[in-house]
């Protein structure tokens, strides 16, 4: 996905069983890549993180 | 990316050129020769102006030549036309992908207005073509040849033995290299989850007066742990300059250690001379008694030898006697008493006598003044017979210190002379009060660093600390789960991009090491010189000798520093993966007769693994030159001219 392949490796790596996180962080990644506006992008991003790792944990 | 060809229409001396560039050998090697002023700078400006937009090597860009060419401006004028299209279009191949860049400006011949240009990237691929245009367009260049780094990808060779200057800023190295590798993103990305979550903590403090004391306290002490990380970045900054500064105080000192070095050497030459000359003195009156001894007995020898020889015939015929007195003998016979011993002579002893007084011709003082001189004359004789061999002795010694003092008088020129290249004495202790001034701030300062991170992580515990106590209360108001959990989520996300970041900024730096190192001792002719290289966390590029370990990256020569440019470069295209064309202009310029070959054969190597363009000028393009960058080695040559000073064009040759 980047230019530095290193990045990738790493991001699988720390992410490793946290799928959500790691779409989070790759989104992130690609928002700062853009230039385009993180906040909103961020805030619904993680709100959308934060629910899928409920479900997948059955909490809700 | 490697470029195919660049088209320029109409651009400043250049009304309709193309020059092509296309591989036919096992080298991609590229040459462009031209005269100062026929362009070739401008062809690098051209490249410029056509990827980015701008003119970065223009001597005054505020006082320069409008962009489109004189006479194309001047034709427009005459024929009644407004516009001319001035046009830099680049062909390029990108792995498997064909590239058209392309640039216009539609340049307003009557009023000389230049307006806005409009940039065009063409990419065919196997699957289709895809026109870019505008942001798209800046957007696909950054990401092969980001603007940012473009400097090492179009080189000035006259600045490339300045890339790593002490005093050099390196701070856009790191950023650069930070954005090619694009720790630049992850730093970004960092920062701005930092912002939400402080967003969201603020968000939290308006439900409850306690959370905004603790939002304030957490803020605080995050504060106070930023202010010490600035402090201790300072005095990391502090220890690397003093660092520095003792390598190369130590540098300047060392050769003045060899100064005082070689002024030893030279007092102890000197004293051996002065006691080569004693000895020789002492020599010259051995020869004058030489002379004088040698000179008597040489004098005296015919005589001494008919003498002794006389001596020595008498002897052998019984002509010298024992100690016999003949007149005591005939006085004996008159009286026929013996005159010894008074006894009567009998006939028997008479006869006896008168034999001897026949045999006896030399009177007794004769025999006996004979006897008296025989061992002195025997003497002289025979000290003569040592005359060879102490003569032997006395010149041989005479010869082996005159070679001595002379091979130690070179010497002594020698030393003189290079003692005479050193500084004053006043400058070494100048240098040696500077080193220890700089040797006792390094020793506070590393207590300092010691001191201050200790600090840090007490004040790290304390933001820690605070945050639990903020989650805490947050999590004990009415809207508190949601916006822990938000909060958390960002924290950890943000935990990880930090360690991330930590981990690549390491690596690379490491990476960039190794390369660049990798690639100079590939490419230097010195293989028993340069060991390795350390890159400082802000960039400052250290040379260390193979040998002595220490820094020396000041004392290599102009042409060895322009190739560590190059192999750093090198280093910088593969390890942050933009692996474009090298384009130099003036490659050999700082470079000095002596190494031209050795850096032209390194440039050859380069071109075996990337599209390298080289512009010289004519001048610079020398037989000597020529003689490297044959045709057998080169994909390409053209030679630029501008017969008409307005208009340049292409020469083959």
């Not at chain 2, 007195?325 to 008159?334: A, F, H, N, V, Y």
Request: contains cysteine; glycine residues 4%.
């Amino acid at each position: 996905m980047f230019q530095n392949q290193i990045i990738d490796e790493k991001l699988q790596d720390k992410t490793k069983g946290d799928a959500p996180m790691r779409s989070f962080l790759e989104c992130v990644l690609n928002t700062e890549k853009s230039g385009k506006n993180y906040k909103n992008t961020y805030k619904s991003e993680m709100e959308k993180a934060i629910k899928i790792r409920k479900l997948e944990k059955g909490d809700c | 990316m490697r470029f195919s060809a660049i088209s320029i229409k109409n651009y400043r001396q250049y009304r309709d050129i193309k020059v092509e560039f296309k591989q036919v050998k096992d080298t991609d090697l590229h040459i462009i020769v031209a005269s100062n002023g026929v362009g070739k700078t401008n062809l690098l400006n051209a490249i410029n102006f056509c990827l980015y937009d701008d003119e970065p090597h223009l001597n005054d860009d505020k006082d320069s030549l409008p962009k489109c060419n004189n006479t194309a401006r001047n034709e427009a004028r005459r024929a009644g036309e407004t516009y001319v299209d001035v046009t830099v279009t680049i062909h390029a191949e990108n792995g498997s992908d064909k590239l058209i860049f392309d640039r216009t400006l539609h340049y307003n011949a009557k009023t000389d207005f230049e307006g806005e240009s409009i940039f065009k990237v063409t990419i065919m691929r196997a699957s289709g073509t895809d026109i870019l245009e505008g942001e798209q367009a800046d957007e696909y260049v950054n990401t092969y040849l980001p603007k940012k780094i473009r400097e090492y990808f179009f080189f000035d060779g006259e600045r490339l033995d300045k890339y790593f200057d002490k005093d050099k800023n390196t701070a856009p190295i790191k950023d650069s290299i930070h954005e090619i590798a694009q720790i630049n993103i992850i730093t970004s990305g960092r920062k701005h989850l930092q912002a939400i979550i402080d967003e969201l903590r603020r968000e939290a403090a308006k439900y409850a007066p306690d959370i905004e004391r603790l939002e304030r306290q957490l803020q605080e002490r995050i504060k106070a742990q930023e202010a010490k990380e600035t402090d201790i970045d300072s005095v990391n900054a502090a220890i690397r300059t003093s660092k520095d500064k003792i390598a190369e105080l130590t540098g300047y000192i060392s050769n003045q250690e060899n100064a005082a070095i070689i002024d030893k050497d030279l007092n102890e030459v000197n004293t051996r001379i002065v006691n080569l000359r004693s000895q020789e003195g002492e020599l010259n009156i051995r020869m004058l008694e030489f002379i004088r001894k040698y000179y008597q007995l040489l004098a005296t020898y015919d005589i001494n030898k008919v003498v002794s020889e006389y001596i020595d015939a008498k002897a052998k015929n019984g002509q010298l006697p024992p100690d016999i007195d003949i007149g005591l003998l005939r006085r004996s016979l008159e009286s026929h008493v013996c005159a010894v011993c008074e006894q009567d002579i009998t006939n028997n002893s008479e006869e006896h006598i008168n034999h001897l007084i026949q045999r006896i011709t030399i009177s007794s003082a004769v025999s006996n003044k004979l006897m008296e001189v025989k061992n002195d004359v025997n003497e002289a004789v025979g000290r003569v017979q040592d005359y060879q061999s102490d003569k032997k002795e006395l010149f041989d010694k005479q010869k082996r210190l005159k070679s001595e003092i002379e091979a130690l008088e070179s010497r002594a020129v020698e030393l003189r002379k290079r003692l005479a290249g050193y500084s004053d004495v006043t400058s070494i202790t100048k240098w040696v009060n500077e080193r220890t001034e700089h040797q006792e701030l390094l020793e506070k300062n590393t207590k300092k660093l010691g001191s201050y991170e200790e600090q840090l992580i007490a004040l790290k515990e304390e933001v820690n600390r605070a945050e639990e106590e903020l989650n805490k209360a947050i999590a004990a108001q009415g809207h508190g789960d949601e916006l822990l959990e938000k909060i958390k989520f960002a924290s950890e996300a943000k935990d990880i991009l930090e360690q991330i970041e930590q981990e690549i900024t390491t690596e690379v730096r490491r990476r960039m090491e190794t390369e660049t190192m990798e690639v100079f001792e590939r490419l230097i002719w010195k293989k028993n010189t340069y060991g390795n290289i350390s890159l400082s966390e802000d960039y400052k590029l250290r040379l260390y000798h193979k040998i002595t370990g220490e820094s020396c990256l000041g004392s290599g020569s102009a042409s060895e520093r322009e190739l560590l440019a190059l192999a750093f470069t090198i280093a910088l295209h593969k390890v942050s993966g933009h692996d474009a064309l090298l384009f130099i202009d003036t490659p050999v310029g700082r470079v000095s007769d002596v190494n031209r070959e050795k850096f032209a054969q390194a440039l050859i190597d380069v071109s075996k693994s990337k599209q390298l363009i080289l512009a010289f000028t004519p001048s610079e393009f020398s037989s000597e030159i020529q003689e490297y960058f044959r045709d057998e080695v080169l994909s390409s040559k053209v030679y630029f001219s501008n017969p008409s000073e307005e208009t340049t064009q292409i020469e083959r040759k």
